[in-house]
T-cell receptor, first 115, second 111 residues
């Protein structure tokens, strides 16, 4: 199993550009999520999904779009990059167990810089 | 979302046990208590989670108070590799599936 993979590892964007961060998992997990982590800070939830075709907003969804057309993939789209979106982005996945989730597996992260 | 309160930082000596506390006085009956940790320059990793009973795994133990308003993550023998930020998270009570990280406890392990 590859686990949770994220591409690219590093990205530099100019203000106003758009791009898509890719996330894929091969564990047949129902739950997938995106977090951002600013330098020296904790993780903040951007968007999450409980299955293909179902997404919902987290704590800081503005400026980001997601879609979940397959169980495996959960791409995060930056619509118009701003310097405030400079951060490390983590994708995670897990099984759903009742009203909670089981162990979340995190990807290695994408380090994004917006100039 | 139910809140958790953790100390900002703690220190421990290598090979000694570490007890990391977490207060969650507004926990609901269906909230699970999750613990994650983040080693320097890495993504978070799962440590343990539980609902009511104490839980053990190869990495740690989770002791949950009888009233569930607090819990303690126990590392039985700290190693230098355990130096990390430890996050205590409540999840599941509101059925939203949001897993919200707080600010966590930074654990320093002295050799």
């Amino acid at each position: 199993n590859a686990g949770v993979t994220q591409t690219p590892k590093f990205q530099v964007l100019k203000t106003g550009q758009s791009m898509t961060l890719q996330c894929a998992q091969d564990m047949n997990h129902e739950y997938m999520s995106w977090y951002r982590q600013d330098p020296g800070m904790g993780l903040r939830l951007i968007h999450y999904s409980v299955g293909a075709g179902i997404t919902d907003q987290g704590e800081v969804p503005n400026g980001y779009n997601v879609s979940r057309s397959t169980t495996e993939d959960f791409p995060l789209r930056l619509l118009s990059a701003a310097p405030s979106q400079t951060s490390v982005y983590f994708c995670a996945s897990s099984h759903i167990t009742g009203t909670s989730v089981s162990e979340q597996y995190f990807g290695p992260g994408t380090r994004l810089t917006v100039t | 979302d139910a809140k958790t309160t953790q100390p900002n930082s703690m220190e421990s000596n290598e090979e000694e046990p570490v007890h990391l506390p977490c207060n969650h006085s507004t926990i609901s009956g269906t909230d699970y208590i999750h613990w994650y940790r983040q080693l320097p320059s890495q993504g978070p990793e799962y440590v343990i989670h539980g609902l009511t009973s104490n839980v053990n795994n190869r990495m740690a133990s989770l002791a949950i108070a009888e009233d569930r308003k607090s819990s303690t993550l126990i590392l039985h023998r700290a190693t230098l590799r355990d130096a990390a930020v430890y996050y205590c998270i409540l999840h599941g009570g509101d059925s939203s599936y949001k897993l919200i990280f707080g600010s966590g406890t930074r654990l320093l392990v002295r050799p």
